[in-house]
């Protein structure tokens, strides 16, 4: 069955570029109407929506981060990629990447999340 | 932005009761609301979507109610895997999750 894993640096310094990958196996990530979402939860906290795009390169970006986000495909590997710009400790988190199906038979349209990747913890310090 | 408020914070059963638990949206969000579950150490896990469906493999005893700004996930009788956080969705406005309802072992 399809898998997401997400794959990135643990530890990224204040002021610099977080980058996290997304590798979709089991299954090829243009196949299916999908989009691909990237979402974070800092420790003992909520969950935040950061971003997602279409596999023809679509993006849309939550409002608050918009300035700071850049979400990307590479059909070739089966992958989709966040890079988050100007990071501080607010931004530590576990950095989720998600799928977003369609659903609704009279009236289809996309925005829950049903396949999850297990997370991986990413810590803004110097 | 829609602002998902749940209730209560913290909810404390035993296996087999009843569990009811409340997410009230700042503005209408029709029927756009998810419920999700998560345990510790996992990602969260999609229940229902558009208020009342059960996404695929979720047993019966979960279900969902509720349209505009007032939604309830039920859960008929607690089984020991259920105790976890329970999360709320809206996909109205943008995607925004509410803070979460944990249901801890009475």
């Known amino acids: 069955q399809v898998q997401l894993q997400e794959s990135g640096p643990g530890l990224v310094k204040p002021s610099q570029t977080l980058s996290l990958t997304c590798t979709v196996s089991?299954?090829?990530?243009?196949?299916?109407?999908?989009?691909w979402s990237w979402i974070r939860q800092p420790a003992g906290k909520g969950l935040e929506w950061i971003g997602r795009i279409y596999t023809s390169g679509s993006t849309n970006y939550n409002p608050s981060l918009k300035s700071r986000v850049t979400i990307s495909v590479d059909t070739s590997k089966n992958q989709f990629s966040l890079k988050l710009s100007s990071v501080t400790a607010a931004d530590t988190a576990v950095y989720y990447c998600a799928r977003d199906a369609k659903v609704g038979a009279t009236v289809p349209h996309y925005g829950y999340f049903d396949l999850w990747g297990r997370g991986t913890l990413v810590t803004v310090s110097s | 932005e829609i602002v998902l408020t749940q209730s209560p914070a913290t909810l404390s059963l035993s296996p087999g009761e009843r569990a009811t638990l409340s997410c009230r949206a700042s503005q209408s969000v029709t029927s756009y609301l998810a419920w999700y579950q998560q345990k510790p150490g996992q990602a969260p896990r999609l229940l229902i979507y558009d208020a009342s469906n059960r996404a695929t493999g979720i047993p019966a005893r979960f279900s969902g109610s509720g349209s505009g700004t007032d939604f309830t996930l039920t859960i008929s009788s607690l089984e020991p895997e259920d105790f976890a956080v329970y999360y709320c969705q809206q996909r109205s406005n943008w995607w925004t999750f509410g803070q979460g309802t944990k249901v801890e072992i009475k």
């Open positions: 089991g299954g090829s990530i243009s196949s299916g109407s999908y989009y």
